[in-house]
């Protein structure tokens, strides 16, 4: 079963995204920082596929980046705040729906990009 981080402050987004993803067989994983996925992925959690939610103190994180650069990555980002945005499989502006967010994850991982 493919893993999905979940990075995201907005619990509501964390919340949502998981509880769908895990109804299309998806093992997602919901974390706060880069901290937590740090921590998943040292305890052997390796994810196929990360969901970013683009806010400045996580875009500019060094562990961020790094994930980022091995990892495919969907950037949910606001249409109203600048955010430097690096450079990433997918960025995804705020209003959006959660099935618009699975659609994408599923095509990516439709792809071959699974753990």
């Given amino acids: 079963m493919a893993i999905v ?3 995201a ?5 964390r919340a949502g995204l998981r509880a769908e993803l895990r109804e299309h ?5 919901g974390m706060e920082s880069a901290d ?3 921590r998943a992925i040292a305890a052997g959690q390796i994810p196929a596929l990360t969901v970013i939610e683009a806010i400045p103190e996580t875009v500019s994180d060094p562990a961020i980046e790094s ?5 495919p990555t969907i950037l949910i ?22 099935g618009e967010i699975v659609a994408r994850i599923r ?3 439709g792809r071959g990009h699974t753990a």
């Fill in 36 to 38: 937590d996925a740090g």
């Fill in 107 to 109: 095509e990516l991982l």
């Fill in 5 to 7: 981080f979940v990075i």
């Fill in 25 to 29: 067989g998806i093992n997602a994983l």
């Fill in 67 to 71: 994930l980022v650069a091995r990892v």
């Fill in 77 to 98: 980002a606001s249409r109203t705040q600048t955010v430097p945005l690096p450079p990433v499989d997918t960025v995804l502006y705020r209003p959006l729906r959660i």
């Fill in 9 to 13: 402050r907005d619990w509501t987004l």
